[in-house]
Every structure is written in C-alpha cells, then in structure tokens.
C-alpha cells in the first residue's frame, strides 16, 4: 500500500502502519486521517494480516495532535462533521476484530493519545509522553478523548489531566493503566511485535470474541455479561475450539484455521 502520509508493511502477518510525518511531529490532517481509515480497512479485509501496530516516524513523536492549521475558519458544523469522522476512524480501530497494538514513541497528545488509546493495547518508550491539552487552544478533546480516558484511568485523573491540559511520561501512564509496558526506544517495536507475534498464536476467533466482549462492558444498553454467555457457547461450534481442545489432548502446539 502506498500513501502520501503513511508507511503500511506487512511482515509476519503483522501490519505496521507508520505515521510518517516527522517534520510535523506526525500530526493528524485530513489526509492522515483518511489515509488511517484506508490503512486499517484494508487490514480488516487481508486474510494475510492478524493484527496491526500503529507507530509514528522518528523518535520526537508518535503523534502530537492533530493539524492546527486546519482548524482556521472551522465553523460550529464543520467542527462537528470533522469529530465524527475523527470518531468514526478511532471506533474503527477500537472495534476492530483483530487486536491493534500502539507502540508510543516520543509526544502522544490531543488527537495523538487519542489514537493511541483507540488501540487494544498501549506501548510506550522511555520518551514518551501523553496528554490532552485542548484546553490550551479554547478547545476539548474531539476524537473519544473525554470517554476513552476515563475508561482507562478513572474519572479523577483524567479530569486534572484534560482540565490543566497537563503532561505525563510513560512511567506515570504506566502506573495509570494509560500504557501496558515501557521499555527503551530501540526495543519498542521489537517488544511490540513479540506481544502481537504471541496474540497471533492464539485463536483467531477467540482473540475477536474477546475483543467484541470487553468492548460491549462500555457500550450503552448492552448486557456484557449477556454477550458473553453467549459468545462463549458459539465458540463451541468452531473449528478453532476443535483444533484447540484437540491439541491439549494430544500434547502439540494448536494450528487454529480462523473458523
């Protein structure tokens, strides 16, 4: 795939889509948005990929925020159009059946720590940092911040963060739940890809049930409990529970087909 401001590689059934805007500290326009939602669709449709990781380029930023230069002349409409597509895109991934991994290198904010807190899971270098500082601009987070942030650390935190448009590094996000694991610059993709590579392993099919389930704890007027009965008993009509209840049996590692 190519794109004007992104980097899509597919190696081991792992696509890594790259925000590849350095010199705007990999900041979201239009065109990177739309661009995101190409990528990843594309993903969802690929019997090659089983999962993504989304970086930035260089090591200043995964991604800063979004573009403000295009924000001169926005109207009230215009405003709200580009939040639903900003929310359309990151519900996308969040969505998603096959698990999306953020590998956060250097600033992640506004729009940035919004992207990365789509993703299923959080990494984060040593560098990075995470915040939501619209306040700054007469402005609040518009892509899922004000939600997905109190889902991940609590309605005190993340109101002191979006309220004094304050900065975390990844050692405090880490003791928040904001990021799984930190490790150094250079092992941040390797470590990234180990974790997808040991998702990868597992059942296709029970990897997307997983996801479809926790995801519907924070959907409103869904019964998680509910959906997970019955995601549960649907697994047993699966090649994969064939294949992974055999496999346990006879002592051999599982070869899931998907299905």
Known sequence: ???????????????????????????????????????????????????????????????????????????????????????????????????VIAAVNGFALGGGCELAMACHIRLASENAQFGQPEVNLGLIPGYGGTQRLVQLIGKGKALELMLTAGMIKADEASQLGLVNHVTSSEELIPSTRTLMKKINSKSPLAVKEVITCVNAYFESGTDGFEKEIAQFGNCFGTADFEEGTAAFVEKRKPEFPGN
């Open 1 to 99: 795939m190519t794109y004007s401001n992104l980097l899509a590689e597919v190696a081991e059934n792992i696509m890594t889509i790259t925000i590849n805007r350095p010199d705007k500290l990999n900041a979201l326009n239009r065109l990177t948005l739309e661009e995101l939602k190409d990528s990843v669709t594309k993903c969802l449709e690929s019997k090659e990929v089983k999962g993504i990781i989304i970086t930035g380029a260089g090591d200043k930023a995964f991604v800063a925020g979004a573009d403000i230069s295009e924000f001169a002349g926005i109207s009230v409409s215009d405003g709200q159009s580009l939040a639903r597509n900003g929310h359309d895109i990151f519900n996308l991934i969040e969505s998603s059946p096959k698990p």
